[in-house]
C-alpha cells in the first residue's frame, strides 16, 4: 500500500524534528550543527511562528473569555442596580404622594393604600393598578389623587393588580353639586375620558369655571371628591334642564401614583 503525499509530508516533518531534536542534544561537532542551523532556519522560523500564532491564538481566545464572563458579571450588577434605582424611585413617589395626602389631611378621613399605574385601556376608560387583592383591595374601593380628585373605582381586583373603571366610563354616573352653591346634578361619563353634568334645574344659575364635587346623595363615592369644572354650559327654553361639559380635574397622561380609598365602598 503506497503512502499518499500527505502521509510522506508528514514522516519527512517527523524525521526532520527527530533529527533536529538529536543534534541539539548530540554532541555533534560545532559546524555540522552550525550547517544544519543555517539550512532549516527557515522552517524552525515557519513553526516557531506557527507554533507563537497557535499560543496567541489561545490566549486571545482565553482573554475573551474572561472578558465575556466580566462583561456578564458588569451586565448583572448593572441590572441589579437598575432594579433598585427603580424600586427606590417608586417608593420616594410613594412617599411624595402621602405627604401631599397628609397637607390635604386625607388620612383623617380615609385608611388609604399607595398603587401605581402599570396600563390603561382608552376603549374602556379603564387603568391597571399594581396592587391587588394580597395587599387588601378588592371591588368597590374608591380611587383618588392625593389632590383629592376622584378617579374611579376598583372594577376587578387580582392577586396582584386591579383594574380601576375611571369616572369617563359610559357605565358610571353620579350625583354631584357644585361647590360653594346649593345646586345638585347628575355627572353622567361619555367614554374617551369626557364627563356631562346633567339634571340641573334651569332657573338653577351656573357658569363656566364652577368646580364640581360629589355630593353626599351620591353614596357609591365620599362626599366633596373633586371631579371637574365646568367647560361649557347647554341651555334650551323648551328643556326643563340644563346640560354643561365637564372638564376632569384627573388627568391620565399626568397621573403616576394614585391612592385608594380601603375603609369605604
Not at 417608593?91 to 399605574?117: D, T
Not at 403616576?256 to 369605604?264: A, D, Q, S, V
Request: zero cysteines; a neutral charge; charged letters at 30%.
Amino acid at each position: 500500500m503506497k503512502a499518499t503525499p500527505k502521509i510522506k509530508k508528514a514522516i519527512i516533518i517527523l524525521l526532520f524534528l527527530v533529527f533536529f531534536v538529536a543534534l541539539n542534544s548530540s554532541s555533534a561537532p560545532k559546524g555540522i550543527k552550525s550547517f544544519f542551523y543555517q539550512f532549516s532556519e527557515p522552517i524552525q522560523n515557519i513553526f516557531w511562528r506557527s507554533g507563537n500564532s497557535i499560543s496567541r491564538f489561545w490566549e486571545i481566545v482565553f482573554q475573551s473569555q474572561l472578558l465575556e464572563k466580566e462583561n456578564e458579571q458588569l451586565k448583572s450588577r448593572v441590572l441589579g442596580l437598575l432594579v433598585e434605582n427603580l424600586r427606590l424611585k417608586d417608593l420616594e413617589q410613594e412617599n411624595q404622594v402621602l405627604r401631599g395626602a397628609l397637607e390635604l389631611e386625607l388620612e383623617k378621613e380615609f385608611k388609604m393604600k399607595v398603587a401605581k399605574i402599570v396600563g390603561k385601556d382608552i376603549s374602556q376608560d379603564s387603568i391597571v393598578i399594581n396592587k391587588g387583592s394580597d395587599d387588601g383591595l378588592s371591588e368597590g374601593f374608591t380611587v383618588i389623587t392625593e389632590q383629592k380628585v376622584l378617579v374611579g373605582k376598583i372594577s376587578e381586583a387580582y392577586e396582584r393588580f386591579s383594574r380601576v373603571t375611571l369616572l369617563s366610563s359610559k357605565d358610571d354616573s353620579l350625583d354631584v353639586q357644585i361647590k360653594d352653591k346649593e345646586i345638585d346634578g347628575l355627572i353622567k361619563g361619555g367614554g374617551g375620558f369626557k364627563l356631562s353634568l346633567e339634571l340641573v334645574p334651569k332657573e338653577k344659575e351656573i357658569s363656566e369655571g364652577d368646580v364640581v364635587i360629589t355630593s353626599y346623595l351620591s353614596g357609591k363615592y365620599p362626599q366633596g371628591l373633586l371631579v371637574g369644572i365646568i367647560k361649557a354650559i347647554k341651555k334650551q327654553d323648551s328643556e326643563l334642564f340644563q346640560m354643561a361639559e365637564i372638564e376632569p380635574f384627573f388627568n391620565l397622561e399626568q397621573a403616576e401614583t394614585l391612592l385608594i380609598i380601603t375603609n369605604l365602598r
